[in-house]
């Protein structure tokens, strides 16, 4: 077997009791917050008999123990069964299949706008370290790494959409018409551009200043210094020497910052009406919708930890110092 499957098989492993170990974490947690889904049907109705009220709960399980329910919840996922959502009357798969793509597209977006960006800006400032470029970028970095996703979001409806009237302010695609390829392709990414530029500023401007940071320190090292004595160009010093070692701690960060963009796409999709996850699970919150809100949940962690198993294997083709066993 091939060393980098046997590595890839044994990560896999290792993740199935990381990603059972936050399931039970999050079941537990929500356990602590106050109502459920029959309090939100009953105050709906305006009210109802203790009656109907206990038929509700044995209905959604809610009778039984803590522990015998956490039971039942382990056993339905290791079957891929993550329940019913009484808001949306459909099961918890379909919601998340449904809203998937939508956030999939608006984060692989924002990550590849964000992490080229930021390369590109910090190695300009790395290479006019102090100059009047380096400056500009560096504070406009700090400014937005600084000002919160969702200000940014309601700025940026307020002036391109209601001030100009540039670009839609909500939703995926326009509502009413009935496009098909390259209209809807173009209608679509219109409707990107504003949700997309609020959730990759603030990672832009962390790229960007790791970038930096990174490219000065690498800059430092012994065998830079070699080069030069040798006569390397500095621009094949800059883009083959240097900028090679100084994307580790880059590809690191985009595995961590998964995690946070997960959230930040909360905010996001629910700022600019985003057909998402990220909205439906701000939905989920609000309505007790515990069985979708748990499935969003666990999705959510374990693309964290695939996500985390591709850096590491970017890492090895990175740096051959590096190996996979």
């Not at 209608?187 to 940071?213: E, K």
């Not at 210094?225 to 500095?234: F, L, N, S, Y």
């Not at 969003?296 to 198993?309: A, E, R, T």
Request: glycine share 8%.
């Amino acid at each position: 077997m091939p060393r980098v499957l046997r590595y890839t098989l044994r990560r896999l492993a290792q993740a199935i009791p990381i990603v059972l170990g936050i399931a039970v974490f999050n079941f537990l947690l929500l356990q602590l917050a106050p109502g459920d889904a029959v309090d939100v049907l009953v105050g709906e109705a305006g009210g109802a008999t203790p009656e109907y009220i206990a038929a509700l709960k044995t209905r959604f399980g809610l009778d039984q123990p803590v522990p015998v329910q956490l039971g039942h919840y382990l056993w339905n996922v290791a079957r891929l069964d993550l329940g019913y959502s009484f808001r949306h009357n459909q099961t918890v798969v379909q919601l998340i299949l449904s809203r998937l793509p939508a956030t999939l597209l608006l984060m692989v977006t924002a990550i590849i706008v964000a992490f080229a960006s930021g390369i590109f800006l910090g190695v300009a400032a790395a290479r006019r370290v102090n100059r009047p470029l380096d400056t500009i970028i560096s504070v406009g970095a700090l400014l937005a790494y600084a000002t919160p996703i969702f200000w940014i979001g309601l700025m940026m409806i307020l002036l391109f959409s209601v001030h100009l009237g540039w670009l839609p302010s909500t939703g995926l695609r326009t509502l009413g018409t009935d496009l098909g390829g390259i209209d809807l392709v173009l209608d679509v990414a219109r409707h990107m551009i504003l949700p997309t530029a609020a959730l990759a500023l603030f990672y832009l401007a962390l790229y960007t200043r790791l970038m930096r940071a990174s490219m000065l320190e690498v800059y430092g090292l012994d065998f830079i210094t070699t080069a030069r004595a040798k006569g390397v160009p500095e621009r094949t010093v800059a883009y083959r020497h240097v900028l090679r070692n100084a994307l580790l701690p880059m590809v690191t960060m985009l595995g961590l910052q998964v995690g946070s963009m997960l959230g930040g796409s909360v905010l996001v999709e629910t700022v600019f009406g985003w057909p998402g996850l990220g909205r439906l699970a701000f939905e989920a919150v609000f309505q007790r919708d515990h069985n979708l809100l748990l499935g969003i949940l666990l999705l959510s962690s374990g693309l964290v930890v695939m996500v985390n198993i591709v850096v590491d294997l970017l890492y090895a083709v990175l740096d051959p110092r590096i190996e996979v066993v």
